[in-house]
């Protein structure tokens, strides 16, 4: 087995090894949470570490990430870094590891500083009297006109991938779950429709158009039809594939009878 591992330059060689025992050990450690990929924070000296371990891709996905494509995990770092430097918010990258045999890659792995944070954006979808509800509503609107007027199209813009940390009386906001990104000119529908996973309520869209339309000085009827028309498309795709699921699952079940 071929490991390949990269690290931030400012650590030293003491710590190295010991993250990377950690890696080599990691389903040892305890807790864990994801469905798909495991996540698990690790103390470590004056660090807690935010460790991801990707899902083993299947068969020709291990052909896709051995010759093709960058793995998640290198994307996600490479990712974080870019964003710093264009001083987008995300956990600070610390390494990624990858595990390949001579023909098939095999798993991987994302490390990250663990960032303390007082929501999710997710809150504001369950809870709509969490306080300053507006407030950040609209100042997660800004962050992400931002997002786009430097060319970040965040692929999987969803409720669970920003983390929100109060400061004094602003609102900062962080991105994780990095490894589908573009980079580049985004023209207005592509802007407006990278908000159809961000809320389900009328309500939400209205003042995320409200306040995008004065971020953009394009007009709120153009971008509030936009917006609310691609959510009721991701939310009739989502709940589409859920139902196919559940009919699979369904079957799968009879068959076995």
């Not at 864990?32 to 299947?58: H, M, Q, S, V, W």
């Not at 007027?149 to 009386?169: A, M, Q, R, Y």
């Amino acid at each position: 087995m071929k490991e390949i591992k990269v690290f931030v330059n400012n650590l030293d060689d003491v710590f190295k090894r010991k993250l990377t025992d950690i890696i080599h050990n990691f389903d040892t450690y305890e807790g864990g949470t994801g469905e798909r990929n495991t996540i698990k924070i690790i103390k470590e000296k004056d660090f807690n570490l935010n460790i991801k371990a990707f899902k083993k891709p299947n068969f020709i996905n291990k052909i896709v990430y051995k010759y093709f494509r960058k793995s998640k995990a290198q994307r996600s770092f490479e990712y974080a870094n870019k964003l710093l430097e264009m001083g987008v918010g995300t956990p600070k990258p610390i390494a990624y590891f990858e595990n390949t045999n001579f023909f098939l890659f095999n798993r991987s792995f994302y490390v990250s500083e663990h960032l303390e944070y007082d929501l999710t954006y997710r809150e504001l979808i369950t809870d709509f009297n969490y306080p300053d509800h507006e407030i950040i509503l609209r100042a997660f609107t800004r962050f992400t006109f931002q997002l786009h007027e430097n060319g970040i199209n965040f692929l999987d813009h969803s409720p669970g991938n920003t983390l929100v940390k109060k400061v004094g009386k602003e609102y900062e906001f962080y991105l994780v779950d990095l490894n589908r990104m573009n980079f580049g000119f985004m023209d207005f529908e592509t802007r407006v429709k990278n908000f159809a996973k961000l809320a389900t309520d009328k309500s939400m869209i209205e003042i995320m158009s409200d306040e995008y339309a004065k971020c953009t000085g394009e007009d709120y009827n153009s971008i509030f039809n936009l917006m609310w028309a691609s959510t009721q498309e991701f939310q009739d795709k989502y709940y589409k594939k859920i139902r196919f699921k559940q009919t699979m699952k369904f079957w799968k079940r009879k068959s076995k009878l």
